[in-house]
């Protein structure tokens, strides 16, 4: 929100200036030659005297970044507005129990290193149900979890059954109900794998790729070529793997007398593709991937034919290898991931961008939120992004 006002605040300060400068023309001018007939009375070169004053002050007004401000204010609001619901929630539980403490308990030692928080725990009583003081979450899932035991108890009294309890899930707990990476990364170990092996390409990227481009004398009066190379790499992985998957897919379904154009909205041909998906799954690891890579690092060779140093990087056929690997095991999870291909955003989005900052670079880069392109693209799981696009700003 401060970066985006002080954007603002810079945009208006030279449109003021822009409009001083143009004051001369326009100050001594008489209300009335703003009239119809006036106007119809305007020479060729007075329209193109206006229209270029004009144009020249739209273009400092009128940025896409500006358009941003409506949509943080919105948010802002939102997050007002949930904060006095959790607050209202709260001290409606309070009052039904006066013996429940949320005061603020955290305390900064300043004998410690960075001033560690140390958060003292208390013994809560909800309906019945102790535990100790955590977050806001908790207390409101706990005191529903207490409400609904109540009436499940009262439910029972009433009809006489007998059958037990359904008892609660090993991984049940307080924090039920937000998000966590660390508790998706427990439900869902094959994801937070495939995620982990993506992370690790782009480690890759940057510390052995990256380097050895900008090595490349060629590529030295172009320093921003390398970031262009690494991030068509693994665009390209994505889309060479997909169209191997879908080829191998076709070739099942020809072998068993299919013709490759048939609807998998047919239940026999959709269960026969997600077994072939299945043992693809399986033996991603190994399936051989050197068509891709031959794709991948041609395209690159073929589109910058001024710099045949590539075509022997080693690094960057690594890259490839390691982009096409991760790429195939995403290709063939249920359901696939992708990559975000949306690269229109001009300014950082904190839930899909990080910003990646190389040795060297002025401290400006690493304050500012504008985009000015992309290294890495973002990792999606559905409409939920898993890692972050890396850009540079």
């Not at 001018?29 to 007075?46: E, G």
């Not at 941003?68 to 997050?79: E, G, I, M, N, Y």
């Not at 022997?312 to 195939?328: N, T």
Request: net charge neutral; aromatic share 4%; with cysteine.
């Amino acid at each position: 929100m401060k970066n985006e006002l002080q954007r603002h605040v810079e945009v208006y300060k030279q449109a003021i200036h822009k409009l001083e400068e143009l004051s001369p023309v326009t100050i001594t001018q008489d209300p009335a030659s703003s009239s119809h007939q006036r106007l119809l009375a305007l020479c060729h070169a007075d329209v193109e005297r206006r229209l270029i004053d004009n144009k020249s002050l739209l273009t400092i007004v009128d940025k896409p970044a500006l358009r941003q401000l409506p949509t943080l204010v919105a948010s802002l609001a939102a997050r007002v507005e949930s904060d006095k619901a959790v607050l209202a929630c709260i001290g409606q539980i309070k009052r039904s129990d006066p013996s429940l403490d949320l005061s603020d308990t955290s305390s900064s030692d300043p004998g410690t290193m960075a001033g560690t928080t140390l958060r003292r725990k208390k013994r809560m009583h909800i309906v019945h149900h102790e535990y100790d003081e955590g977050p806001v979450a908790g207390v409101l899932m706990s005191y529903s979890r207490g409400c609904a035991a109540v009436l499940g108890q009262m439910c029972e009294e009433q009809t006489g059954s007998t059958d037990p309890a359904t008892p609660r899930s090993p991984t049940d707990s307080a924090s039920d109900g937000y998000h966590s990476d660390s508790d998706d990364s427990h439900q869902h170990p094959d994801r937070s794998k495939l995620v982990s092996q993506y992370a690790a390409v782009w480690a890759r990227a940057a510390d052995e790729v990256l380097p050895a481009l900008a090595a490349l004398e060629p590529l030295r009066h172009t320093p921003h070529l390398k970031y262009k190379i690494v991030f068509s790499v693994v665009v390209l992985a994505f889309r060479a793997v997909i169209s191997l998957r879908d080829r191998r897919l076709n070739e099942v379904k020809s072998l068993l007398g299919l013709d490759p154009e048939t609807s998998s909205s047919d239940p026999h041909v959709a269960r026969l593709l997600s077994a072939a998906t299945r043992v693809l799954h399986t033996t991603a690891h190994n399936f051989p991937l050197g068509e891709a890579e031959r794709t991948v690092i041609n395209q690159v060779v073929s589109t910058l034919r001024e710099y045949p140093c590539l075509a022997s990087c080693g690094a960057l056929h690594a890259l490839a290898a390691a982009a096409c690997r991760a790429a195939w095991a995403l290709s063939l999870h249920s359901p696939p991931m992708r990559i975000d291909t949306d690269f229109t955003p001009v300014v950082m989005n904190p839930e899909k961008h990080v910003r990646f900052s190389p040795e060297g670079r002025d401290g400006r880069d690493r304050r500012s939120d504008l985009i000015k392109s992309f290294v890495w693209p973002a990792l999606m799981d559905g409409g939920r992004c898993v890692f972050r696009a890396v850009v540079l700003t």
